[in-house]
């Protein structure tokens, strides 16, 4: 196996070949939102050639206190861990507050999202299988509290993302606050 080449679109390096490679999250491609947070994705998903991870998706999330995720649920199991910072966990209808080294492990068609909280960023581990498509976004009250639910319940991402702030390819704000900035 050849090793990937990687390319800087403006915000960081992204591979832009097929192969293995190193890079470290202060060097990485980020993408940012003023209401979603920022995120380190490692592949390459909107490059000319997308070079995405078949089997394993794996992220660095930032969300500063008030930025949440999207409710949801999907087929596939995922695994969480908080590195820094505080957050709330949305799941299937409760609330806990997560803080650094909390760990949550979330089974096929858990329902859950992520909300910042405390006074700085958190910055959160997110892992999970690529096994498929499936997904759903389920109405949630708790959720909507923090702007995190859909108002109709649905399993098309499109749907829900055509009206969500876009990821911007760029750091965040306060990127100098983060342990490697």
Not at 98 to 125: I, K, N, Y
Not at 151 to 164: F, G, H, M, R
Request: proline share 7%; charged share 25%; hydrophobic share 40%.
């Amino acid at each position: 196996m050849n090793e990937a080449r990687l390319e800087d679109a403006g915000s960081g390096l992204a591979p832009v070949t097929e192969g293995w490679f190193v890079v470290n999250v202060r060097d990485a491609e980020w993408f940012s939102s003023q209401t979603r947070g920022a995120a380190c994705w490692f592949a390459n998903e909107y490059g000319e050639s997308p070079i995405e991870f078949p089997q394993l998706g794996i992220n660095v999330t930032l969300l500063e206190p008030g930025q949440s995720t999207v409710y949801h649920a999907e087929a596939n199991q995922e695994a969480f861990l908080v590195l820094l910072g505080e957050c709330r966990l949305l799941v299937e209808g409760e609330e806990r507050l997560l803080r650094a080294w909390d760990f949550f492990h979330s089974p096929p068609w858990t329902e859950h999202a992520f909300v910042g909280a405390g006074d700085a960023p958190c910055v959160v581990l997110m892992v999970g299988a690529h096994a498929g498509p499936e997904v759903r976004y389920p109405v949630s009250d708790l959720a909507a509290r923090y702007g995190a639910s859909v108002e109709k319940e649905t399993s098309d991402p499109e749907q829900v993302y055509a009206t969500a702030e876009r990821f911007r390819r760029e750091r965040p704000s306060y990127w100098s606050r983060l342990p490697w900035g």
